[in-house]
Structure formats: structure tokens, C-alpha cells
């Protein structure tokens, strides 16, 4: 068997193979990723590692219902602030 893949390496792999088509990312929860990233690293914890992982720069999270999508960093889309949202809304900027 070959050797196993680095957290990095599968959740990136997780990301270009999981997601549906027209789409960038991938939900957590939707597309299986947390329980095969439960299975393939034994039980470990895939909401810490991509947490990490994402701190570090190596992938993006989006918070949705029912858990988060992940992105590769370069084709996640722009992030406003909720802030700016709203007061775009509120006709205020």
C-alpha cells in the first residue's frame, strides 16, 4: 500500500474531486469529506486540522448552514464583511 496522505494533501485532493460541477468548494458535511476524513485518519478530528490548515493559508472556509465549504485558497470566492453588507443594504454605504 502506498503511504498515506498528508492532511493537506487530502483535503485538497477532497476538494478538487468531491465538488459538484460549476462548483469551487465543497461542503464539510454534504459531501461526505468529514466522515471519509474520519475514516481515512482513524478517528481524527477534521473540523481541527482544517481549522489549521486554513490558518496557515493553505485552504479557505466559508461558514453555511450545516456546517462549512472549503475552498482552495485561489478559487475561493471574495469575502465581505457582514458589516459592509449590511449597511449596503441599510442604504448606507
Known amino acids: 500500500m502506498s503511504e498515506k496522505l498528508s492532511h493537506e494533501e487530502f483535503v485538497k485532493k477532497a476538494v478538487v474531486s468531491l465538488r459538484k460541477e460549476g462548483?469551487?468548494?465543497?461542503h464539510s458535511v454534504y459531501s461526505g469529506f468529514n466522515e471519509a476524513f474520519k475514516k481515512?485518519?482513524?478517528?481524527e478530528n477534521p473540523v481541527e486540522v482544517t481549522n489549521k490548515?486554513?490558518?496557515e493559508?493553505?485552504?479557505?472556509?466559508?461558514?453555511?448552514?450545516?456546517?462549512v465549504m472549503l475552498y482552495l485558497p485561489e478559487e475561493a470566492p471574495a469575502s465581505k464583511s457582514s458589516a459592509d453588507e449590511a449597511?449596503?443594504?441599510m442604504g448606507i454605504k
Open 23 to 26: 462548483y469551487k468548494g465543497i
Open 40 to 43: 481515512y485518519f482513524e478517528g
Open 53 to 55: 490548515l486554513s490558518g
Open 57 to 67: 493559508g493553505k485552504i479557505t472556509i466559508r461558514p453555511v448552514r450545516g456546517g
Open 87 to 89: 449597511l449596503h443594504k
